[in-house]
């Protein structure tokens, strides 16, 4: 019967069997309620009912209790034939119904199947659970599923152990309700004698048993006659023991196995005289003995004995594969001569320790070539020595290995883009941005690195370093300082700028050293001595942008392919980030340059001061959209314009320019109010087809001769979806100038009306403009910054008008602003500034 037949473990199953309460599940229970940090743990074995097999910690599940199986949460892991977590029972409706979650002894519970060695029946389940809620974490399925595998085979080893057992009860029984046969040789006379029982065993009656050795070896199997001839020969020279086991054919043609042990009987000159012994029939226990020697060949998993000294006892098919030799050879052999590498080692560590002890041991280890592989052994002892039983879990431990060198290549990776991310984003250039990366390789890949950059003069310039050792991290920079100098066009890094490859050094003094001239860089490279290096070019879009060499100390192994592709993906990723670094602060300055270009410095007429702040955006990104203007019409009216294009590019930026431009014809040749200037352009955004989206503000301060006189001056306004402009009033109040209703953007609607509102503002009085990068960005919502505006205004309206807007713009936006900010404050001169004819206007230049 194969040891996976899912007959004999239902059967296990329907009732208490060997397995229940067996020492090896009380171990490993406590071995998970112990790893899983768990006051219980605990094998079900599972069918219509539910069977405790072994338990550990709280009596939540009590050692051969039995339960249906539709009223446990181990029926709920069957019916999945999948890991089950459970964070709370008592209040997941999944299970909240179930009689052993309302018995209430059982609140977190983690159990995952054991399926027989075929894979195909679920014939239990392992479990860790206790009384409070706990979060179970994907580490603590996977642990749990790791430990079902020994609970599998501890079932069945203990099914096999009990298979024979009982096949020995059996045979003890059969001694006892059939007995022994004896026999009594006479020598002198040939009479043998046998009793009633030896005559059943053979299948001979009184009347068929004429009392010869002839009928005894006729009743012998063939091939073993001359065999058991030999040892009954053997005992009567000897006047010994018999021993002898073998086959009897009986009339209807069934073969027995018959043991038989008996003495030789010497008369005084010691010559044998007569032969008395016993025979029993040992077929049941031979049958048993083939069961088990079946199951064990038939057993996925290797298999062997030792004897107490050491010596194979026996070894399964499996076995033979694993250890690459044929069992012939094994038996008999010694282990530690068969196996040498195993001593001093995991496996004579924990071989010796179970058969000192007595307790099973279980570990992973190493076996070197030829085997070259590692297994997952249990070893237990018992009377006879040690039994072992091991599988090849070389591939399991390579498939982690790479899971966690992949995870380990993921975490670099994320930390060296996180790193060079701020430091480009944040401005801080190349050479910071390098630094950093040369940080995040060490000690990973390396112990000290230095990289290098092509700067604007063409050459190649060491501009960072790092070293695991802080001490030794000026040493380093030192060296950095000095080498490119002193190389030579047989070093590597030079090797590495010409190749498209990575270069690897496995002896840097025989590369490097022994050609530095002597002095302070040949000085500064013994004091660093490394073992060995990996150099590489930085490239990106097939230009060379710098290198990067990784070294190791001496005693560390060289690096190994896999980080070697590392350091290839790094090294790519900063080319690329660095390339499109420069490639994005090339396109912002020539945004910017463009946007400057077309802000002109504002007028000064004769009745105000005019001042115009532009600040560019902090990433390069938003550059572009934000305009403003300021002219005199015709009529001798100020007209004063801010917008801010939709977008932040230097498309933004050409945009822009063809609005200001558009406005400013309109304004100037119509001699039209904002309103008007505003309705103009918009029609000439349609007409003209400039595809884009804006808003904007327009104010034209005006006055008539009388108002002049009076000390006033109107300021006539309308806005295209722009934030509010701002007065200053000469009494220290401010007013946000808005109408309850925006009018629609520029670009949207080319007929849509516009309103113009009209203030009356006295000499002193300060007008502000300004776009939304002022009172708008992460963290602050246009209202509040708008309100933010207005409180400074009042709080700072006396500084001179040019200070005002610098601390204006320095208080809204402390630490600069993700959008470009323009502004424009417009003050009326407290006093009437009658201005000669001849002189022209006086023009201040734009502050950035």
């Not at 909240?96 to 059982?106: D, F």
């Not at 701020?422 to 950093?436: D, H, W």
């Not at 910017?592 to 000064?604: F, G, H, N, V």
């Amino acid at each position: 019967m194969p040891l996976h037949d899912p007959s004999r473990l239902a059967a296990g199953r329907r009732a208490p069997g060997p397995a229940v309460g067996s020492p090896g599940l009380q171990r490993l229970t406590d071995l998970a309620a112990t790893l899983l940090h768990m006051p219980s743990a605990g094998v079900a074995l599972t069918a219509q009912v539910q069977t405790i097999a072994g338990a550990s910690g709280r009596p939540a599940w009590r050692v051969g209790e039995q339960r249906p199986l539709d009223e446990t949460l181990a029926g709920t892991v069957v019916a999945a034939r999948a890991p089950r977590a459970y964070r709370d029972v008592r209040t997941d409706p999944r299970v909240s119904g179930l009689a052993a979650v309302r018995a209430g002894e059982v609140a977190a519970y983690l159990g995952v199947p054991l399926f027989d060695t075929s894979g195909g029946d679920v014939v239990g389940v392992l479990a860790a659970f206790g009384p409070e809620p706990h979060d179970w974490s994907d580490a603590d399925v996977v642990l749990l599923e790791r430990l079902a595998g020994p609970v599998v085979t501890e079932l069945e080893l203990t099914s096999v152990t009990a298979e024979l057992e009982a096949g020995r009860l059996r045979w003890d029984l059969a001694i006892d309700a059939a007995g022994i046969g004896s026999f009594d040789w006479d020598l002198v006379t040939g009479r043998l004698t046998w009793d009633d029982r030896l005559m059943a065993m053979f299948g001979h009656d009184r009347s068929s048993f004429t009392g010869s050795i002839r009928d005894f070896l006729a009743r012998t199997h063939p091939d073993d006659v001359d065999r058991v001839r030999s040892a009954l020969q053997s005992a009567i020279d000897t006047c010994g023991l018999y021993d002898a086991e073998f086959r009897a054919v009986l009339p209807s043609g069934e073969t027995r196995w018959i043991r038989g042990r008996g003495r030789a009987l010497a008369d005084e000159r010691g010559v044998a005289v007569r032969l008395v012994g016993a025979a029993h029939d040992t077929t049941v226990e031979r049958q048993a003995d083939a069961r088990v020697a079946r199951v064990l060949e038939s057993m996925s998993a290797a298999f062997f004995s030792l004897g107490r000294n050491w010596t194979f006892t026996y070894v399964n098919g499996e076995a033979e594969r694993l250890l690459g030799r044929p069992r012939e050879e094994l038996i008999g052999g010694e282990i530690w001569e068969l196996f040498p590498a195993a001593v001093g080692n995991d496996f004579e560590l924990h071989y010796r320790g179970a058969m000192e002890s007595g307790r099973m041991a279980t570990f992973q280890a190493y076996y070197p070539p030829p085997l070259d592989s590692w297994y997952e052994v249990r070893a237990w002892p018992d009377p006879d020595g040690l039994a072992v039983y091991f599988l090849d879990v070389t591939q399991r431990r390579r498939a982690e290995e790479a899971a966690r060198r992949r995870e380990q290549r993921l975490s670099l990776t994320t930390r060296v883009s996180d790193v060079l991310s701020a430091a480009l984003v944040e401005r801080r250039g190349a050479r910071a941005a390098v630094q950093e990366l040369a940080r995040a390789v060490v000690p990973e890949l390396g112990d000290w690195v230095i990289a290098s950059l092509v700067e604007e003069d063409g050459r190649l310039h060491d501009v960072a370093s790092w070293h695991r050792d802080p001490e030794r991290r000026p040493t380093v920079a030192r060296y950095a300082e000095l080498r490119l100098a002193a190389l030579d066009n047989t070093a590597p890094l030079v090797q590495a700028l010409a190749s498209s490859g990575v270069r690897v050094v496995p002896d840097v003094a025989a590369a490097v050293g022994s050609g530095l001239p002597a002095g302070a860089v040949r000085d500064a490279y013994w004091q660093l001595d490394p073992g060995t290096a990996v150099t590489l070019a930085l490239r990106a879009r097939g230009r060379v942008l710098g290198a990067m060499s990784v070294y190791r100390d001496r005693g560390r192994e060289p690096m190994d392919t896999w980080q070697q592709e590392t350091l290839g993906e790094l090294a790519d990723r900063v080319a690329l980030a660095l390339d499109g670094a420069a490639l994005h602060e090339q396109e912002r300055r020539m945004a910017e340059d463009l946007q400057r270009s077309m802000l002109t410095a504002p007028p000064e007429p004769d009745h105000a001061e005019i001042a115009v702040r532009y600040v560019p955006a902090g990433r390069a990104a938003q550059v572009g959209g934000d305009w403003y203007d300021a002219f005199l019409q015709p009529s001798g009216a100020t007209m004063v314009a801010i917008g801010d294009v939709v977008g932040h590019d230097t498309v933004a930026a050409a945009a822009m320019g063809q609005l200001r431009s558009l406005l400013r014809g309109i304004a100037y040749s119509t001699g039209g109010g904002p309103a008007d200037v505003l309705a103009d352009l918009d029609r000439a955004i349609a007409g003209l087809q400039v595809h884009t989206l804006a808003t904007a503000a327009v104010a034209r301060f005006e006055q008539t001769p009388e108002e002049r006189g009076r000390g006033e001056t109107r300021l006539r306004w309308s806005s295209a979806g722009h934030p509010p402009l701002m007065v200053l009033h000469v009494d220290g109040s401010v007013e946000v100038l808005a109408n309850e209703r925006a009018d629609l953007m520029l670009g949207v609607h080319p007929t849509a009306p516009r309103k113009e509102q009209v203030v009356t503002l006295r000499r002193g009085a300060t007008v502000l403009l300004y776009t939304d990068g002022l009172v708008e960005g992460p963290g602050l919502l246009l209202d509040d910054g708008v309100a933010r505006l207005r409180e400074l205004v009042a709080e700072l309206g006396e500084l001179p008008l040019a200070e005002l807007c610098d601390q204006l713009l320095a208080r809204m936006r402390p630490g600069g602003s993700e959008d470009d900010v323009a502004l424009v404050a417009v003050r009326l001169h407290p006093e009437d500034r009658p201005r000669p004819p001849e002189a022209g206007p006086q023009v201040l230049p734009p502050r950035p």
